[in-house]
């Protein structure tokens, strides 16, 4: 999902967020005529691979990262993470070669040592240090405030003004970074949040703009100086980007000399599929619509994979406009999930409360979802009315309107809340508006899908379950268990704590998961080496070919 707005979504941990939401939830429109028809001449053709996002991508400045995985992949064809998740749930090296931690304090980053940027210039300790800082200089201005949990930077995510350093990031040597945190931190954590979503920038490329032109410099829609496979040569966010090949990508060349990303409405994804206009479809950054699964798979033309259930579609509750415990109660109970799943979803997913799936390594099977019980629902209500709690109170529940099948549960929600005494308002809107709303806590309730990246949860449930956060909603009880996730490698320990956080969840319902997803992803016939998955479809999208 997109959050593009003027007041940026923080991509770390207890103040700050990253988010997995997904970014493929539509776009609400198609590609432009000029565009479109371009775009169009090239499928096909030999040397051209066409992915379809079915959202808009709110910048290719990585200083700008939203955290959607729409945007990270935009940007990360050009600028590499220092490591990424890969298929099997574990990170691979990009730039860095590995991290590593002895105490979940002190970090070490070891940076490949072939890794060269586009104009043969090495990759060095000098970026790693120069991107962090330009993340906490207030002089940049960046309100994405993610690195704020590292020694010597402030709260408030930023250094003092004019700072040359930050304390808890020096360079070992030219191919060795450290990084001290306040607070231990898992690593899994360390690398998913730092590792994966902060895209290093060229230091020696950037050095003369000035901080304070970062944001908005135009530099970074047609880059000169790269460490990823893939140039942007032309864009228009709302459309269309149109990539090159990289010959000098330290990992070997791409096979591919074009690449374009073409953005679509969802409903869009079957037709370019079929044409052929499209080649591939990623799970996490084009959303194929539920109805859209059965034509999609009997295409001649096309192979389809089902993704792992990760994604969850997430419905989030302001606990301060909601603040009494049994209307959320109640919310739960109203909402017929399993007939959702079924009627909505054809049964492609689960039904969980909290935030862990099945596919996750965490997840305990002994938490059993609560049911729906439209008695128990309005039993609440009647309670909460008796504590003086206003029940006929109008609450906003917004949509993203790029999620058609989710708009159309969101009726059926609304539909089922008027039988229990409950007055929910339908607000659509697009993505980045939706984030807008989010990140302001302008919303009553909100629903998103939202992917909780398995092997990290806590970055992500750290953020949400806190004052700061979209629920505003915090407990001792969930900081505690969530602290014990970041001390230890066991998994049954880590497996504990966080049934503990999915506990409260169901308890005091700041979030309920409508049902989590399967997602379908396609490749074109005539590309190979391609495997579309919720994680690592793009690690080796140099090695991507089209069939002669």
Not at 527 to 532: G, I, K
Request: hydrophobic share 35%.
């Amino acid at each position: 999902m997109k959050k593009i707005f003027q007041k940026r979504i923080a991509l770390a941990l207890i103040f700050v967020l990253l988010a997995s939401v997904v970014g493929a939830c539509g776009a609400k429109t198609g590609t432009s005529v000029k565009e479109q028809s371009t775009l169009k001449a090239k499928g096909g053709d030999a040397n051209t691979a066409t992915i379809g996002f079915s959202d808009s991508i709110g910048s290719l400045n990585p200083l700008l990262m939203d955290g959607t995985e729409v945007e990270k992949y935009a940007q990360s064809f050009e600028f590499l993470p220092l490591v990424e998740l890969s298929q099997d749930m574990t990170f691979k090296g990009q730039l860095a070669s590995s991290i590593t931690t002895d105490d979940n304090t002190h970090f070490t980053i070891h940076l490949d040592p072939k890794a060269v940027w586009s104009d043969g210039q090495p990759v060095t300790s000098a970026d790693v240090l120069y991107t962090f800082l330009c993340w906490v200089s207030p002089e940049v201005g960046n309100t994405g405030n993610s690195v704020n949990l590292i020694q010597g930077v402030g709260d408030d995510g930023y250094v003092a003004k004019g700072s040359t350093s930050v304390d808890g990031i020096v360079a070992v040597d030219d191919k060795t970074v450290q990084i001290t945190t306040k607070q231990p931190m898992a690593l899994n954590a360390f690398e998913n949040v730092y590792g994966r979503y902060i895209l290093i920038l060229p230091e020696h490329a950037l050095k003369d703009i000035p901080k304070e032109s970062l944001l908005k410099s135009d530099w970074f829609n047609a880059p000169t100086v790269i460490s990823g496979p893939y140039f942007a040569k032309s864009e228009d966010l709302n459309h269309y980007v149109t990539y090159k090949s990289n010959p000098a990508y330290f990992k070997g060349a791409p096979k591919i000399e074009n690449l374009n990303v073409k953005i679509v409405s969802a409903s869009q994804l079957l037709s370019g599929l079929s044409s052929g206009e499209l080649d591939v479809v990623q799970q996490t950054t084009g959303t194929i619509l539920q109805e859209d699964y059965k034509s999609v798979q009997k295409l001649k033309n096309v192979k389809t994979f089902s993704g792992a259930p990760v994604t969850n579609q997430s419905i989030f509750i302001n606990t301060q406009n909601i603040s009494n415990v049994k209307i959320r109660q109640a919310l739960l109970y109203g909402i017929d999930r399993k007939t959702i799943l079924k009627q909505f979803m054809s049964n492609s997913g689960e039904v969980v409360d909290g935030f862990l799936s099945s596919a996750g390594p965490f997840y305990d099977s002994s938490l059993k979802p609560v049911s729906y019980d439209q008695k128990k629902a309005k039993e609440l209500i009647k309670e909460a009315k008796a504590e003086g709690f206003d029940t006929t109170k109008q609450y906003t529940f917004y949509v993203n309107s790029g999620d058609t099948t989710f708009t159309q549960v969101a009726s059926y929600i609304q539909a089922q809340m008027a039988q229990i005494g409950l007055n929910l308002q339908v607000k659509t809107v697009d993505l980045t508006s939706l984030m807008s709303v989010a990140a302001d806590h302008k919303f009553d309730i909100m629903a998103v899908q939202y992917t909780y990246a398995p092997v990290d949860p806590y970055t992500d449930i750290a953020y949400l379950l806190n004052k700061n956060g979209w629920t505003t909603y915090q407990s001792d009880v969930v900081d505690k268990a969530l602290s014990a996730t970041q001390t230890t490698t066991d998994t049954q320990a880590i497996k504990s704590s966080y049934l503990t956080v999915d506990q409260d969840v169901q308890q005091n319902v700041p979030m309920i998961s409508a049902y989590i997803i399967s997602a379908l992803g396609a490749t074109s016939n005539r590309m190979e080496n391609v495997t579309p998955d919720v994680y690592g479809t793009f690690l080796n999208v140099k090695d991507w070919e089209i069939k002669k």
